[in-house]
């Protein structure tokens, strides 16, 4: 059974805060994914990476960087927190086949900016 | 860019009933369509998918039709349940890519 695990259920920080979310997986999957889930907006991808140290931007990078030191962990750092920036992020992981394997997703990060 | 576009964003059946839910998504290079259920405070996963070489898969109460021409892929559910109750996600995707681009949601609601 694949298990994705995200370090936080629900996270309060301040404005300009550096923030760390972090996703672990136990499958050995190459591929893992952040999304921002906001509602009336679905899930919308922030950054992607397909193997240790690599990582792309998604759609909505701005403000995000993403950090793949080890294959199973896979990091979304909010560098100066905002407001706007008040979300639920989750991480994903797949097998090999890029965006057409099956999505494992983590339970998600209540995010709170204030 | 790639959009995909999800109707309705909220339903609500009686127990019983059929539910649909309709996508419609703008990258001709799609196909792969899977389908995301997330239950309230719990993760999104997936429940069905179709590819683009058929036009339509069935498991058990839930199907998946997919129109290429048309750009259209559904979800139905028959014989609803309590259960059956949460947001459902339609994505499109492609081979070679790495981005999954999500519909909306549609929050469906079944009435015991």
């Known amino acids: 059974d694949v298990k994705v695990t995200q370090s936080s259920r629900y996270l309060v920080k301040r404005t300009g805060e550096k923030v760390f979310l972090e996703c672990v997986q136990d499958?050995?999957?190459?591929?893992m994914f952040w999304y921002r889930q906001d509602p009336g907006l679905g899930l919308r991808l922030i950054y992607f990476?397909?193997?240790?140290?690599?990582?792309e931007k998604g759609d909505i990078p701005e403000g995000y960087s993403v950090s793949r030191e080890k294959k199973e962990r896979f990091s979304l750092i909010l560098e100066s927190a905002s407001t706007n920036q008040t979300s639920m992020y989750l991480c994903?992981?797949?097998?090999?086949?890029?965006?057409?394997?099956?999505?494992?997703f983590g339970q998600g990060t209540r995010l709170t900016v204030v | 860019g790639e959009n995909v576009e999800q109707h309705p964003s909220t339903l609500s059946v009686q127990e019983g009933d059929s539910a649909v839910i309709k996508c419609t998504y703008s990258?001709?290079?799609?196909?792969?369509f899977p389908w995301y259920k997330q239950e309230l405070g719990k993760r999104p996963q997936l429940i069905i998918d179709?590819?683009?070489?058929?036009g339509e898969k069935k498991d058990q109460r839930i199907a998946v039709t997919l129109n290429k021409t048309a750009k259209h892929f559904s979800l139905h559910i028959t014989e609803t349940q309590p259960e059956d109750s949460a947001v459902y996600f339609c994505?499109?995707?492609?081979?070679?890519?790495?981005?999954?681009?999500f519909g909306a949601g549609t929050r469906l609601f079944v009435k015991a």
């Open positions: 994903a992981s797949s097998p090999p086949g890029g965006a057409t394997a099956e999505a494992f």
């Open positions: 499958m050995d999957h190459e591929n």
């Open positions: 990258d001709s290079a799609s196909n792969y």
């Open positions: 994505a499109a995707s492609r081979t070679g890519g790495f981005k999954t681009i």
């Open positions: 990476s397909y193997d240790v140290k690599m990582k």
């Open positions: 179709i590819r683009s070489n058929v």
